[in-house]
């Protein structure tokens, strides 16, 4: 069973995807052309970011090709990632073939919000949006142009993260980000991969290490395009939920979620036991189709 | 029909102001190499990719062939019907990826071949369905609808097969060809009717293959042309029907050894219901091995009275000759056993392909055989003021009136 083969992570790897925000992942001088920040005098962040759109062929499972429309190159897009309150400045450079645009969840005003078609920045343009990173919590930026369908579907969408002010900071852990998402290979209206971050069944073959004993916080956001609801299991744990991630306290404590597309939540566990736990959307269709994943703890318990 | 044929060759000119044989070839092959040049340019140069214009998709199409379903899992072969190359990159069996193996390779030239194999826990009786997803993202479905275990060639199979052909070939053909003294009894008008009554039964199997086979031809993949098939398929049985009946009469001429007109005409009846009967079987055979029918007593009752009256067919041009029980059986064994070897085959490799091309050899057997009958009944007269004698009208519509009842039953 799952897919036969494996897909090349030459550009892009959902291993280090996961651990990946503000283009962490890139050296410092090639960072330094998407990613800037610059301490304020009232002791917040002016973070600069260079995201473009670009159409790109990527694989979505072994030796499938979706035609996508991304951003800088990747679907998911990148994570962006703020402390509440700092500046958030977004230069975007249309390179696709389509118009596009950035919406982001969060408090902005009505000019920043990228959805209005006067907001759409047509092939080889480019916009300024600028805001200050409000609430704090687990947001997503997606492409508003229309049709909507089609502009999300086609891989315009990524994680904004709002970290809590530094006094109430949330503990230390390692840090996860997951964006459920789907393809409509044959555009009928129904997805034939579903994922979390893009490639089917990906952590199946390469899981997600983890330490026992480790607090472990998932930032799990759904944009799973044509199917009413997604949803994600993880199996022989619980896991705290901070819905929308906008409250300090847990809502509740359980191992399945259910998202509506635009919902997304933080999890956090820690592992128990050493070995392989499987996670996955709890539509078992999906799961067959590729939403399906193992994470691997290390270590023995109590260390 | 020789001596104008032979007047012609032998009162052509001989040599006398022809141009050179080598000559004559080279003006012959100069197209071809013109021809060959142009393919050269259009395959380096690309013309057509222009025409295509940059960046479009490849046209990918792939056409199941055959799914088998056995404790290995699902077998499938499939053959790529378009222009382009098309990869099959992932296999679905319900909505879930599966994994499986490629042979020859994944990858299908136009017209290649591979066969799948997916070890996927198929439950009995159930439905299924297989979407092979391409490098592209285009996908091919196709659903077994009742998930049956496919026979394999052992001698099992091959004795159910037979018996099949047996009770829906054989025994009937067998049956109706006792009707023979009956005919041969009968006077100018009841030979009139049963002659009639022949040429309804044939006109009705001669539609019911049409529809059959341009039914399967629409199953095929485009690039064999079922319906082209299916035509030229019938239009050379006819012909080569006629040319083994005048050869046959000719031979009767030469000898007058071997039996009457009538004799002749029977096998030829016999081959044409004969040829049908393997189109009959092959489907048949199919329906079975891909699960999509089971032989209710019904169903074998239907097809013996159906095909019994092909008996009749066989025997009515002998009512005026003397036949030995030993030629009514080989006339018996030319129209009924095909329906064996059709199940076997139908049951073994199955392919929509054959299907079209043994019942357009049916059909234009029949087409044949009708002809024949009509001629040899007609004489001198006109064809119309003979299907309008009541004896002959009245006949045709028992015929049809038959064949159509006893369909019914067929379903």
């Known amino acids: ?303 | 029909m020789t001596p104008s044929h032979d007047h012609r060759r032998d009162g052509g000119p001989s040599g006398v102001d022809r141009p050179g044989a080598a000559k004559l070839w080279a003006l012959a092959v100069l197209p071809l190499l013109l021809l060959a040049g142009l393919l050269g340019v259009l395959v380096w140069a690309g013309p057509a990719d222009a025409m295509r214009g940059e960046g479009y998709p490849p046209i990918e199409t792939l056409a199941f062939q055959r799914v088998a379903l056995g404790p290995d899992g699902i077998v499938v072969t499939v053959l790529n019907d378009g222009p382009d190359p098309v990869t099959i990159a992932q296999v679905q069996v319900d909505e879930a990826y599966w994994s499986f193996t490629a042979e020859p390779g994944t990858t299908l030239a136009h017209l290649g071949r591979t066969t799948l194999t997916i070890p996927y826990p198929w439950v009995q009786g159930d439905a299924h369905a297989l979407r092979l997803v391409t490098s592209t993202g285009v996908t091919f479905d196709h659903e077994v609808a009742v998930a049956v275990e496919t026979p394999t060639p052992d001698a099992k199979f091959f004795g159910i097969f037979t018996l099949i052909g047996i009770y829906v070939g054989v025994i009937p053909v067998a049956i109706g060809l006792l009707w023979l003294p009956l005919v041969s009894r009968a006077g100018r008008t009841g030979l009139d009717f049963l002659m009639a009554v022949t040429i309804g039964l044939l006109l009705f199997l001669l539609i019911e293959a049409g529809h059959d086979g341009l039914e399967a031809a629409a199953l095929t993949p485009s690039s064999f042309q079922g319906v082209a098939l299916f035509v030229f398929g019938g239009l050379t049985a006819f012909v080569g029907l006629e040319m083994v009946g005048g050869w046959l009469r000719t031979r009767r001429r030469d000898t007058e050894a071997s039996g009457g007109r009538g004799w002749v005409l029977a096998q030829m009846v016999a081959t044409g219901i004969g040829l049908h009967n393997l189109g009959e079987g092959l489907a048949i055979g199919a329906a079975f091995a891909l699960g999509e029918a089971t032989l209710g007593t019904v169903l074998i009752v239907g097809f013996m009275l159906h095909n019994t009256t092909e008996g009749l067919a066989i025997v009515a041009p002998l009512a005026k000759e003397p036949v030995r029980v030993s030629r009514l059986l080989r006339l018996g064994v030319l129209g009924g056993a095909p329906t064996i070897v059709g199940a076997w085959v139908g049951g073994l490799i199955y392919s929509p392909i054959w299907s079209v091309l043994f019942l357009a050899l049916g059909a234009g057997a029949i087409a044949q055989v009708v002809v024949q009958l009509t001629r040899q009944v007609v004489g001198e007269e006109s064809v119309a003021g003979y299907m309008t004698t009541p004896p002959v009208a009245s006949g045709l519509f028992a015929g049809v009136t038959v064949m159509y009842v006893t369909g019914l039953i067929v379903g």
């Open chain 1, 1 to 303: 069973m799952g897919p036969v083969g494996r897909v090349s992570t030459e550009f892009f790897d959902p291993t280090r995807f996961l651990r990946t925000w503000n283009f962490s992942d890139l050296p410092a001088d090639e960072r330094a052309q998407f990613y800037r920040e610059t301490p304020q005098p009232d002791g917040t962040t002016l973070r600069e970011y260079e995201l473009y759109a670009v159409d790109r062929e990527i694989e979505i499972a072994p030796g499938v090709f979706f035609p996508a429309w991304t951003y800088n190159g990747q679907v998911p897009g990148p994570t962006i990632r703020a402390t509440a309150g700092d500046r958030v400045r977004v230069n975007f450079i249309n390179q696709g073939s389509h118009p596009h645009g950035l919406h982001f969840h969060g408090w902005h005003p009505p000019e920043m919000d990228g959805s209005l078609p006067e907001h759409q920045v047509m092939p080889g343009e480019s916009f300024l949006y600028e805001f200050d990173a409000e609430p704090f919590g687990l947001h997503l930026y997606h492409c508003h142009a229309n049709p909507l369908k089609r502009h999300v579907h086609k891989g315009l969408y990524g994680a904004f993260i709002v970290d809590p002010p530094s006094e109430v900071a949330r503990p230390p852990a390692d840090e996860l980000v997951m964006v459920l998402n789907g393809f409509d290979t044959n555009f009928d209206g129904d997805n034939e991969v579903y994922a979390a971050n893009t490639v089917a069944s990906f952590y199946m073959q390469e899981p997600v290490r983890v330490r026992v004993g480790q607090l472990v916080r998932m930032y799990v956001v759904n944009l799973t395009e044509f199917d009413l609801i997604n949803s994600m299991h993880l199996h022989g744990m619980f896991f705290d939920v901070f819905r929308t991630g906008t409250s300090l306290t847990p809502s509740e404590s359980t191992d399945t979620i259910m998202f509506c597309q635009g919902e997304r939540a933080i999890l956090e566990t820690t592992f128990r036991y050493p070995g392989d736990f499987m996670f996955h959307g709890h539509q078992s269709e999906f799961a067959e189709l590729g939403w399906m994943g193992l994470f691997r703890a290390e270590g023995t318990r109590d260390t």
